[in-house]
């Protein structure tokens, strides 16, 4: 038993799926948990733990501001695509004459009713609008041999 230091047992209670975390870590290095346990509670307690975590944190923090932009982005050409939409429908849809808009504001309720039930379709189908128009575009750009 030369060169090898007596290590002290201690018992700890953990959270059982912290525990189903840890065997199934140990399990998928084919290491044991306890040797686990252990150099996670060193890294825990070492000297450079706190920068560690501080750049762990940063890099957590980076990855949400880039969602974030990304979000603002799909936002505002969102917003732009609507207000093009109403400002083409509102220049090139003529007025009704009296009698018409009267028969149109009747059916109102039904025709809104409509559209939210065709919304949450879309909405519940799968892939929203962007996405398909970004495919588009890509599909356009490799037809043109990536010209653009």
Do not use: C
């Amino acid at each position: 038993m030369a060169g090898r230091t007596k290590k002290a047992q201690i018992s700890v209670y953990l959270e059982p799926d912290v525990l189903d975390l840890l065997a199934h870590y140990a399990a998928q290095r084919d290491q044991s948990m306890s040797l686990i346990a252990q150099a996670a509670i060193a890294s825990f307690l070492s000297p450079d733990s706190a920068e560690r975590q501080e750049a762990a944190l940063a890099r957590r923090l980076g990855q949400i501001d880039r969602r974030l932009a990304r979000l603002e982005r799909d936002l505002g050409i969102s917003t732009e695509a609507f207000a093009t939409f109403i400002r083409f429908w509102l220049a090139t849809t003529p007025a009704l004459p009296e009698p018409a808009a009267q028969a149109a504001r009747a059916k109102v309720s039904e025709r809104y009713t409509a559209y939210t039930r065709a919304l949450g379709r879309r909405l519940a189908k799968g892939p929203p609008l962007r996405r398909e128009i970004e495919e588009d575009l890509a599909g356009t750009e490799n037809d043109r041999g990536g010209r653009s």
